[in-house]
């Protein structure tokens, strides 16, 4: 719905204006303007900042996954040993 509505509103400046308008001016506000407000009126706001994606391994319960950067070699560091899978 917010991204119809900043497509028309890119449409109707381009035609106002007579000239091309970047299309991501008006669409990139229309849908964070939109996610905003419904956040605001359902007090959520702060759940869009919130998110966090986890790895398969801490949604299983399990250990978390190493970091590349956990895993390079540093000097005075050693890499873990690989997991064994289990069959």
């Known amino acids: 719905m917010s991204y119809t509505l900043g497509l028309i509103l890119t449409i109707f400046v381009m035609h106002t204006f007579q000239a091309a308008q970047p299309a991501l001016l008006y669409l990139v506000p ?20 919130a998110y ?13 996954a190493l970091n590349k950067s956990q895993t390079e070699d540093k000097p005075g560091s050693k890499k873990p040993p690989p997991k064994k899978k289990k069959i």
């Open 30 to 49: 229309a849908c964070l303007g939109a996610s905003a407000t419904r956040g605001f009126m359902l007090g959520d706001f702060w759940n869009l900042f």
């Open 52 to 64: 966090e994606e986890k790895d398969e391994e801490e949604k299983k319960g399990g250990e978390p």
